[in-house]
């Protein structure tokens, strides 16, 4: 079944606990992106990716990281979480930066 | 920046009834995608209108695009209550991978 995973779905975590959520897709597809959801704000893009070893800031980058060491994974990292980055985390795919995303079952971090 | 803004934010009709959300934005687009959000769940591609299209259609959804109001509108005829979801637009830029989200419309639709 062609689909996008986010790991993991929920986490709870303490400020400045070094995390790592994991995006991973079975599609093929060249270009990936991580997008958060805040109440009142929609959603927005942190960081996209066009392929392997390309990555590029969206509009919310400050406090993230990610890196595309392989087509099919694209990890955000969080190096120093702190309680404004709590939100519902969207990982998505595309096959190319103009098509349309197929979007990941949402991560839920709460950040104390 | 946000590019997209919905209007109205929220909308509840009768089963039934059609539903008309409507999108604007700033600057040019190569393409515009409108998604579906059932609660806290992940968003599901609807349909995509390029810039050089006017209308499209896909099952009971119409979507018109206007480039020269920098516009769009999103028409669900015949609702159903599974229907009831948020609604985005996403503009999609020429030049580098950005894609930009409105705020999204509310959709309830009672039985």
């Known amino acids: 079944e062609a689909q996008v995973t986010q790991n993991p779905r929920y986490l709870i975590t303490v400020t400045g606990k070094k995390l790592t959520v994991t995006c991973s897709q079975n599609m093929n597809h060249e270009y990936m992106s991580w997008y958060r959801q805040d109440p009142g704000l929609g959603l927005r893009q942190i960081y996209y990716?066009?392929?392997?070893?390309?990555?590029d800031k969206g509009d919310v980058p400050e406090g993230y990281k990610v890196s595309r060491k392989e087509k099919r994974n694209f990890p955000l990292i969080l190096e120093s979480p702190s309680p404004n980055q709590t939100s519902l985390y969207f990982c998505?795919?595309?096959?190319?930066?103009?098509?349309?995303?197929?979007f990941g079952p949402g991560t839920r971090l709460t950040v104390l | 920046s946000q590019q997209g803004e919905e209007d109205p934010q929220a909308l509840s009709i009768q089963e039934g009834e059609n539903a008309t959300m409507n999108c604007s934005y700033k600057t040019s687009i190569n393409n515009l995608q409108w998604y579906r959000q059932n609660s806290g769940r992940g968003l599901v591609h609807l349909i995509l209108i390029r810039s050089n299209e006017r209308e499209k259609h896909s099952g009971r959804l119409r979507v018109t695009l206007d480039t020269s109001k920098k516009s769009s509108s999103l028409l669900i005829t015949a609702s159903r209550a599974a229907d009831t979801a948020s609604y985005f637009c996403a503009t999609r830029g020429n030049q580098g991978g950005k894609l930009i989200f409105g705020q999204g419309t509310e959709l309830s639709v009672k039985p």
């Open positions: 998505a795919s595309s096959w190319g930066a103009l098509d349309e995303q197929f």
């Open positions: 990716s066009m392929n392997v070893e390309v990555t």
